[in-house]
């Protein structure tokens, strides 16, 4: 059992900047994959950026150049650097740990925090 906590959402004005973090309960080593999601009023969860434990990283082409994903294995957290915000980014941010078990794969999700861009 994976449990993620979300921190560092609120309301920036275009153009800002904001740091979303996130902190699991277990040792982020043993996490194949740890990864940040969103979802827009009316919208599905889409990924936003994901990084393996190996340091590979993935964006969304929109977030390329603008959003930079970490892990920090001491504090056990993924973090997701987001600059030039656009009000379109607007959404609930999720965090998201998969892990992956002999008997398969499984999903862990955080609650989510909300990030707000407008002026």
């Known amino acids: 059992q994976v449990q993620l906590v979300e921190s560092g959402g609120g309301l920036v004005q275009p153009g800002g900047s904001l740091r979303l973090s996130c902190a699991s309960s277990?040792?982020?080593?043993?996490?194949?994959?740890l990864g940040w999601y969103r979802q827009g009023p009316g919208n599905v969860r889409r990924p936003v950026a994901t990084?393996?434990?190996?340091?590979?990283?993935d964006y969304a082409k929109s977030a390329e150049g603008r959003f930079t994903i970490t892990r920090d294995n001491t504090k056990n957290t993924v973090n997701l650097q987001m600059n030039s915000l656009k009000p379109e980014e607007t959404a609930v941010y999720f965090c998201?740990?998969?892990?992956?078990?002999?008997?398969?794969?499984?999903?862990?999700w955080g609650q989510g925090t909300r990030v707000t861009v407008s002026s």
């Open positions: 277990v040792d982020i080593k043993s996490i194949y994959q």
């Open positions: 990084i393996r434990n190996t340091g590979g990283t």
């Open positions: 998201n740990a998969e892990m992956k078990y002999t008997s398969g794969v499984k999903n862990y």
